[in-house]
């Protein structure tokens, strides 16, 4: 008796010393990949086994980290997501040629091809190749001219609603929270030019979109970290349970555009808003020989079929919600900044309210008087370069 159990923990033990032993070998070889830039010459922060440099993200913020990278290490540097590397280009002709030159080689975003629940699997930040060409291709004429001019009358209406905002708390020497102020202003354009919806969130800044897209907008150091560089892991934890807070709303904003697209045949005339020129898109480009319903995955696999295609139902609602969330905050940080700068630099208010009057005088601000306001453009730019919405 004494002599099986000795069998039997001498066989545990094994098991355990071969585990371990497996489990050195495998990080081992996977830490080998931590040579990649140090065998190049490329310079870098020193990543930690198996997590890489993402303890510096969880620590300071991407946007932080990278500053603090290009300043110790300069335009081009390496990193490590756990074990995969990443070579971070900051330099502008580098840059260019990249994106513009070199694009052919380089169409693709930093994404693992797992989001495959709705709408991530459709929006265009996560297409690869040549189905994000033709979703791209489709969905850039609904921003030509013509079509944004069709789109001003939403803007116009929450303009003025902003314009006369601020009027009455100047008057009443109000003080205001301007990135909150410019967040409702910017959802209240979403909603109209995306879905036709009037909101006014301006008064109303209890309203369910706001609240509905802060959530998605400002997820935790945690959540947004996952979904940006481990979004397998952030994609399987969703689907066991974990749903970080993000299902309710995203089931709200898709739920409003699969509305606005069943609407679209009521109300032609009026509707001038993303989904009915989607699905507008979509009725012309099907009323040909190709199937709507066609499974992309399975039978569309060259660029010449592609092009045969209209968009699904799920790609139109998927990138009117990438609209929705690539412009919201965007234009909230832009248009807030602007004020601030303007504010805080009251020659430049000046020349700006100047040329203003000058061009609309009592007018109507529309697309073509807008296009003239050049110094005013100039001030948008500036506050962009000062404090950048976005980074790439
Ligand atoms: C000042 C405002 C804006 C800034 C600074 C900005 C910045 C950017 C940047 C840097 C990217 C590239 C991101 C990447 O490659 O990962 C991007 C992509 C994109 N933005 Fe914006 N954006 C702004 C406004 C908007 C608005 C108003 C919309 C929609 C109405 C929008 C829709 C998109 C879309 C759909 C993409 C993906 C394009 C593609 O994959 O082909 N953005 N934006």
């Not at 040629?97 to 699997?121: A, C, Q, Y």
Request: glycine share 6%; hydrophobic share 45%.
């Amino acid at each position: 008796m004494e002599e099986e159990t000795e069998g039997c923990l001498s066989l545990a033990s094994w098991l355990i010393i071969g585990a371990v032993t497996l489990l050195l070998l495998w990080a081992w070889k996977a830490c080998r990949v931590y040579n990649t830039f140090t065998a190049m010459g490329v310079p870098g922060p020193k990543p930690i086994p198996l997590m890489g440099n993402l303890l510096d993200t969880f620590k300071y913020g991407i946007v932080e980290q990278f500053a603090r990278y290009g300043r110790q290490y300069g335009h081009i540097y390496g990193i490590f997501t756990f074990t995969k590397p990443m070579l971070l280009v900051t330099d502008l002709d580098m840059a260019r040629e990249i994106f513009v030159k070199k694009f052919h080689s380089f169409p693709d975003r930093l994404t693992e091809g797992s989001m495959n629940s709705k709408p991530w699997k459709d929006v265009l930040t996560h297409l690869k190749g040549d189905h994000w060409k033709h979703v791209r291709s489709q969905l850039s004429p609904i921003f030509s001219s013509g079509k944004l001019k069709r789109m001003m009358p939403a803007i116009q209406r929450v303009t003025v609603t902003l314009t006369e905002y601020l009027k009455k708390a100047a008057e009443k020497g109000e003080a205001i929270e301007l990135k909150g102020l410019c967040g409702r202003f910017s959802m209240d354009v979403f909603a109209g030019v995306a879905f036709s919806i009037e909101l006014d969130s301006i008064h109303n800044p209890d309203d369910k979109f706001v609240k509905r897209a802060a959530v998605i907008m400002n997820p935790n150091k945690v959540v947004m970290t996952l979904l940006l560089f481990a979004p397998r892991l952030f994609w399987f934890l969703s689907k066991y349970g974990l749903d970080m807070g993000f299902k309710e709303s995203l089931d709200f904003f898709l739920a409003v555009s699969e509305s606005a697209a069943k609407d679209c045949g009521q109300d032609k005339e009026r509707r001038t808003d993303f989904v009915r020129l989607l699905v507008e898109a979509q009725e012309e480009e099907t009323k040909g020989a190709v199937d709507a319903e066609i499974n992309h995955q399975d039978q569309l696999v060259t660029s010449s079929t592609w092009s045969q295609k209209g968009l699904t139902a799920d790609e139109i609602h998927a990138n009117a919600f990438l609209f929705l969330l690539a412009g919201y905050e965007t234009v909230a940080t832009v248009t807030s900044f602007t004020f601030f700068l303007l504010a805080v630099n009251p020659e430049c208010q000046k020349k700006a309210q100047e040329e203003v009057d000058k061009i609309l005088g009592k007018t109507k601000v529309d697309y073509e008087s807008a296009n003239l306001l050049t110094y005013l453009d100039m001030c948008i730019n500036e506050a962009m370069r000062l404090y950048p919405p976005a980074f790439m």
